[in-house]
């Protein structure tokens, strides 16, 4: 979709961005077409097709060249830095369902090649799919946890364990350490919110 002049005015408030202006340093150069849900685009001869994904954040956008089979995720995917473990951050919000349900979009796609937004390039799918089964296993347990009666983010926590799924993660299969169930906590805890605020947003039984 075309974005008009006027929706491209926009104003700059930034003191050091108007200096660097001044200064010819760069010129700012805003966007003359948007997407929604998917974009295609070509090169001479190349497809590139872009994809509105939720990563860590809620609004993300992935690229991937089918006939390279490339595919190339932003946050959307992550792993350390030596890409040893797993995942090394959460969501910053509660969308947890959606991040899976992105994850399992791109996992449909054909690729041969995942760049990450950050860790080295994958050359297979393994750690995309391990990490939906590790997201997917701790909102089951979290959900689950809350259908029990649970209510205290320690006492979720506590009754989530994906350690076996954590245990892939590692290059030598050891135990996951601290920092893995710092993460699965949180994790736990947004899944646990996210299932909390569905629940009230139902409408009540008759």
């Known amino acids: 979709m075309p974005v008009r002049g006027e929706?491209?005015?926009?104003s700059?408030?930034?003191e050091s961005l108007r200096t660097l202006q001044a200064a010819g340093v760069f010129e700012r150069v805003l966007p003359d077409l948007v997407y929604g849900d998917s974009m295609t685009l070509w090169s001479g001869s190349r497809e590139i097709r872009l994809f509105?994904?939720?990563?860590?954040a809620s609004g993300s956008t992935?690229?991937?060249l089918p006939a390279e089979h490339l595919l190339v995720t932003g946050?959307?995917?992550v792993s350390p830095?030596?890409?040893r473990g797993p995942p090394p951050w959460t969501t910053t919000n509660y969308a947890i369902t959606p991040w899976i349900e992105s994850l399992r979009r791109l996992d449909a796609l054909d690729v041969a090649t995942i760049v990450p937004g950050q860790?080295?390039?994958m050359h297979d799918k393994a750690y995309l799919e391990r990490t939906i089964r590790l997201f997917a296993a701790v909102r089951a347990q979290a959900r689950a946890a809350l259908q029990r009666g649970l209510v205290k983010s320690a006492d979720i926590e506590a009754a989530v364990d994906v350690d076996e799924i954590g245990r892939e993660f590692m290059m030598d299969g050891a135990a996951p350490?601290?920092?893995f169930h710092h993460w699965v906590a949180s994790l736990a805890r947004k899944a646990a919110q996210e299932a909390t605020d569905a629940a009230l947003r139902l409408p009540p039984q008759p």
């Open 7 to 10: 929706a491209r005015a926009v």
């Open 81 to 83: 830095e030596d890409g």
């Open 52 to 56: 509105s994904v939720t990563g860590d």
């Open 177 to 179: 350490g601290p920092d």
């Open 12 to 14: 700059i408030d930034d």
């Open 75 to 77: 946050d959307a995917l």
């Open 62 to 64: 992935v690229m991937y």
């Open 119 to 121: 860790g080295p390039a």
